[in-house]
């Protein structure tokens, strides 16, 4: 039996974008980038000239993918707002209103469960060490993944809903049509 070759697997880690073409890679890096970043320091990063790379980062900043902040030297950050408004659509896109409303449904009822069971309206209003130290079942582990996945209930519901609505709208508007 041979040895499977290296190169049919993932990159390494380490240089995860090694096989894209330069935009690709500033693409990836932009994604991983959580605070403003100089052109510079992304093309070091990519390995491309810093002229290429202020070109796609002006151009990923037209199409709102990054935000740009003036300053000697410039420096750009991924937007999320623009990739919240994308998984929206694609939401609304890829899912009818019942499919939406359903899913709107149980992550609201999951969101009760935790309101009931913590006697609270938000994670932020929890006290965990306080709330694992008064069960006899849940660890401080537990309370904390259930805040964890409370708070994304709380998110993914918003953005569910603001899908429905976005699909509701383009069924109403098609149908007016």
């Not at 510079?40 to 070109?55: L, N, Q, W, Y």
């Not at 994670?123 to 904390?144: F, G, K, L, M, Q």
Request: glycine share 4%; hydrophobic share 30%; net charge negative.
């Amino acid at each position: 039996m041979s040895k499977p070759d290296a190169a049919d697997g993932p990159p390494p880690f380490e240089d995860a974008f090694a096989g894209d073409d330069v935009e690709q890679r500033i693409y990836g890096t932009i994604l991983q980038t959580r605070e403003p970043t100089t052109a510079s320091s992304i093309a070091g990063a990519v390995e491309c000239d810093p002229k290429t790379a202020r070109k796609y980062l002006d151009w990923f900043e037209q199409l709102g993918i990054v935000t740009q902040y003036d300053g000697h030297p410039a420096t750009y950050e991924r937007n999320d707002a623009y990739f919240e408004w994308r998984r929206i659509n694609q939401l609304a896109a890829e899912q009818s209103v019942a499919e939406l409303q359903d899913r709107v449904r149980e992550l609201t009822s999951r969101i009760s469960e935790y309101q009931d069971r913590y006697d609270a309206t938000s994670p932020a209003a929890v006290d965990a060490v306080a709330a694992a130290e008064e069960s006899d079942e849940r660890t401080i582990d537990d309370v904390y993944s259930d805040l964890s996945d409370w708070a994304t209930a709380r998110e993914e519901r918003e953005r569910y809903e603001r899908a429905r609505q976005q699909r509701m709208g383009a069924d109403n508007e098609q149908a007016s049509g």
